[in-house]
T-cell receptor
Framework: QQQVKQSPQSLIVQKGGISIINCAYENTAFDYFPWYQQFPGKGPALLIAIRPDVSEKKEGRFTISFNKSAKQFSLHIMDSQPGDSATYFCAASMRHSGAGSYQLTFGKGTKLSVIP | KAGVTQTPRYLIKTRGQQVTLSCSPISGHRSVSWYQQTPGQGLQFLFEYFSETQRNKGNFPGRFSGRQFSNSRSEMNVSTLELGDSALYLC?????????????FGAGSRLTVL
């Protein structure tokens, strides 16, 4: 059972446009929602993250919007640039009970292409 | 500050063989997690180690195992390799503070099973 659903699978945006990637989760025990960016040949790198007690978080051109009641969150990339072309993964984390361990559950990823 | 280092970066094995992958975490990071990345299944959690103890394990068969050494370096082993084990294996380290786990990933070890 996929616990984090991500859409779209691929996205093509013109330079300067807004890229929007959506994710939905099922498990209300999730308490931390990061987005990772992955370039070819590299491992995923943390881009921005949010906790469910906040509805929006902005860092530069990147914004997470969070809707706790709908169990949805999204990444908005403003003024998209060709250098933003990468695969983006949403994720959700919860504490593994009794062990002090956190485990990330990832969406399947969105391949973003920003064309000049 | 050096990042997470994984070796080898690429390797090719045949079915039935075994493989050992190595991960050196960021200095000071005591938690090491392993993830498998494939085009079909995406990123899937394998296991997490902290202070040489496995604290959490994903839904993978017993052929997948790991360990962590006293210097926090970690290894994972896959025995009796199957074609479906072809994947990018990612290691991530974290400080494992009381808050959420902020993971820093290595570049991965790409395993091809023929």
């Amino acid at each position: 059972q996929q616990q984090v659903k991500q859409s779209p699978q691929s996205l093509i945006v013109q330079k300067g446009g807004i890229s929007i990637i959506n994710c939905a989760y099922e498990n209300t025990a999730f308490d931390y929602f990061p987005w990772y960016q992955q370039f070819p040949g590299k491992g995923p790198a943390l881009l921005i993250a949010i906790r469910p007690d906040v509805s929006e978080k902005k860092e530069g051109r990147f914004t997470i919007s969070f809707n706790k009641s709908a169990k949805q969150f999204s990444l908005h990339i403003m003024d998209s640039q060709p250098g933003d072309s990468a695969t983006y993964f949403c994720a959700a984390s919860m504490r593994h009970s009794g062990a002090g361990s956190y485990q990330l559950t990832f969406g399947k990823g969105t391949k973003l292409s920003v064309i000049p | 500050k050096a990042g997470v280092t994984q070796t080898p970066r690429y390797l090719i094995k045949t079915r039935g063989q075994q493989v050992t992958l190595s991960c050196s975490p960021i200095s000071g990071h005591r938690s090491v997690s392993w993830y498998q990345q494939t085009p079909g299944q995406g990123l899937q959690f394998l296991f997490e180690y902290f202070s040489e103890t496995q604290r959490n394990k994903g839904n993978f068969p017993g052929r997948f195992s790991g360990r962590q050494f006293s210097n926090s370096r970690s290894e994972m082993n896959v025995s009796t390799l199957e074609l479906g084990d072809s994947a990018l294996y990612l290691c991530a380290s974290s400080l494992s503070s009381s808050g959420a786990n902020v993971l820093t990933f290595g570049a991965g070890s790409r395993l091809t099973v023929l």
